[in-house]
C-alpha cells in the first residue's frame, strides 16, 4: 500500500522550508499534520516544532499554535529562536504584552538576532508605541526587508492628532484587570459622577432614556446612569474592558470600537464620553460621531481636561488637553448647543488635581 500524503517524507529535510512551501501553496493544514506526526515519532527538535507552531497558526488553529509555542520556548528555555517563535506567534494572536516580553527575551539572549528586534519594532507599533518602535528599528541595517514602511508608519502615528487606537487598545488591556480598585482608591477618579450631576442641571425629569456610553471601560459611566435608561449600550477600543463591562450585565449591548467610526444615526436621547475624549486631540471626528447619533435634543455629556487659552495640547502623561474655546467652536460646528460646561476634577494625578471641563451639549439641528 502506498503512504498517505501526510506520511510522505520530506523534500529536502527541512521542516521550515517544507512547511513554508506548504504553506504557500494553501495546504497549512497539511504541514501541521506531518509535522505532529514527525513529533510523535521522537523527530521533534527545535526547527520541526517551530515549524509546527506556525503551520497551525497558517491553518487556523490560533490556540494549537500558542499552546505548540509555549511548549517549545518551555523546552529550549535559553534558545532564542524559541522565545522568538513564541512571540511571533502571540503577536499574530493580539497578545501585545506578552509577544513584547518574549521579543525582548529573545534579544537578551542574543543581541544580534535582527528578527527579534524587527518583530519588537512591529509589535511597539500595534501597541501604538511609535517612539519605541523607532528605537527598536533604528538598530537594525538600513537594507531590511519591510523597514522603511514600518519607519514610515511610525512617523505617521507620531503626527496624527490622537492617541493612536493600539496604544489605548493595549494601554487599557493592561489596566483591566484592577482598573475600577486604581481609578477609584489611587486616582479618585469621579468623572461618571460629575456627569451625572450635570445631566440632573441640565436635563432634569428625564427618564427611559436610550444611552450610548463611549469608552465605556468597565461600565463605572453606565452604572451611573442605569436608572435613567430604558436602553444602555456601550463601545470600548479595549476587549479587556467589554468582557468587564460585560460582568456588570448593565448593558444591553456591548461592542469592541473607535468612538470615531459611524454610529447608528439619531438613534440616542444621551451620549457618555467620561474620561475618553483625552486620548483624542482632535475631536471633531468624535463630536460628528456623537451629533450624529442622537435625536433632535439629544444630549452629549463629556469630560476633558483643561488647557488654557485655544486649540488643543498633548500632555506629558500623553492626555490630550482642551480649551473652552475650541469645545465651544466645535459644538457650534456639529448642529449642537452648550446647556453647560464648567470646571471639575475628574481624578487625581500623582496626588494633585487634575483640571478639566465637564460639558453637556444639547443637539438642535433637525
Wanted: aromatic share 6%; proline share 5%.
Amino acid at each position: 500500500m502506498s503512504s498517505t500524503t501526510a506520511d510522505a517524507p520530506w523534500h529536502d529535510g527541512n521542516p521550515l522550508d517544507e512547511t513554508e512551501r506548504l504553506i504557500a501553496d494553501g495546504r497549512a493544514a497539511e504541514a501541521a499534520d506531518r509535522l505532529r506526526r514527525r513529533i510523535a515519532a521522537g523527530h521533534g527538535g527545535l526547527l520541526a516544532r517551530l515549524a509546527y507552531a506556525d503551520a497551525l497558526d497558517a491553518a487556523g488553529d490560533q490556540a494549537g499554535a500558542l499552546a505548540a509555542a509555549r511548549e517549545t520556548a518551555m523546552l529550549h528555555p535559553g534558545v532564542a529562536a524559541a522565545a522568538l517563535g513564541l512571540g511571533k506567534v502571540l503577536l499574530r494572536a493580539e497578545h501585545l504584552p506578552t509577544a513584547i516580553a518574549e521579543f525582548q527575551r529573545a534579544l537578551r539572549l542574543d543581541p544580534g538576532l535582527d528578527e527579534a528586534r524587527f518583530q519588537l519594532g512591529c509589535a511597539w507599533l500595534a501597541a501604538g508605541e511609535a517612539d519605541k518602535a523607532r528605537e527598536a528599528f533604528a538598530a537594525l541595517p538600513p537594507d531590511t526587508p519591510g523597514l522603511a514602511e514600518k519607519i514610515a508608519h511610525a512617523a505617521a502615528m507620531r503626527a496624527r492628532p490622537r492617541s493612536d487606537a493600539g496604544y489605548v487598545r493595549h494601554l487599557f488591556d493592561q489596566f483591566s484587570t484592577d482598573y475600577d480598585v486604581r481609578m477609584l482608591t489611587q486616582l479618585s477618579y469621579r468623572a461618571p459622577q460629575i456627569l451625572r450631576r450635570l445631566a440632573d442641571l441640565t436635563m432634569p425629569r428625564r427618564e427611559s432614556l436610550a444611552v450610548l456610553d463611549l469608552g465605556c471601560g468597565t461600565g463605572l459611566s453606565g452604572a451611573a446612569f442605569k436608572d435613567l435608561a430604558a436602553r444602555l449600550d456601550g463601545i470600548d477600543l479595549s476587549p479587556a474592558m467589554i468582557e468587564k463591562a460585560r460582568a456588570r450585565g448593565l448593558y444591553d449591548s456591548l461592542a469592541v470600537a473607535d468612538i470615531e467610526a459611524a454610529l447608528p444615526a439619531e438613534r440616542y436621547d444621551l451620549a457618555l464620553a467620561a474620561d475618553t475624549l483625552v486620548y483624542l486631540g482632535d475631536l471633531e471626528p468624535a463630536m460628528r460621531s456623537a451629533a450624529n447619533a442622537l435625536k433632535p435634543g439629544g444630549f452629549f455629556l463629556f469630560t476633558v481636561e483643561k488647557k488654557d487659552g485655544d486649540g488643543f495640547e498633548l500632555g506629558s502623561k500623553r492626555r490630550w488637553r482642551h480649551s473652552q474655546s475650541y469645545l465651544r467652536g466645535l459644538a457650534d460646528a456639529n448642529g449642537l448647543e452648550v446647556a453647560g460646561l464648567l470646571a471639575c476634577t475628574p481624578r487625581m494625578e500623582a496626588r494633585a488635581p487634575v483640571e478639566g471641563l465637564a460639558a453637556a451639549l444639547r443637539r438642535t439641528s433637525p
